[in-house]
């Protein structure tokens, strides 16, 4: 009888303890807006996950479409990369070969921007960083990039300045060189 009364007692612990953990609610996902350029943890208990929701200890990661020759790069995801550090941009470059130096003093790859194959080229400032992206690309195609940065990505016109804009903490400037249309892309200094 005894035992039976410890089962029973047993059982009954066993249930209120499954009950009050099938009443506990699972974490929501975050409904706070995310920066496109912060990398997130995959679940949520991930390893590389710090105390503080939202957040993680690693620099955010250069957009995986850089890194791929055949895929599309967005304008703003190639503007995140401003101000990183040259040893992120070899890393994030390491299977992708160089095209040759199309601007002198930087690193130069082929990207599709905008539909158009593209030479890049990542310039290093003196305390390591990118601080200016070079873009050209064959031909006259300055009126698709004018389309992309004022009615896609908004930016604002820069005043007093033809072909010059300002979009997230970056200036962008536009011209036309030897039959190629040339876009820089430089970090605004504070």
Known sequence: MMK???????L?????????ACGKKQPAS??????PNQQQPSEPGDSNASDT???S?????FPDSLARADAEVRLDELISVLGRKEADLENAMKDVSTVGDAVSGARTYRHKLLGMESQVSYAIGADGTIDRITVTTD??????WRSELQDTLLAQQLEGETDAWHYSD???HLSAKDGKTVVVLEKKTA
């Open 4 to 10: 039976k009364q410890w089962i029973a007692i047993l």
């Open 12 to 20: 009954a612990g066993l249930l209120v303890m499954s009950l009050s």
């Open 30 to 35: 975050d409904p706070t807006p995310k920066d």
């Open 53 to 55: 929701p939202g957040t």
């Open 57 to 61: 200890d690693q620099e955010p990661v």
């Open 139 to 144: 031909g006259d195609t300055a009126e698709t």
């Open 170 to 172: 970056a200036d962008v």
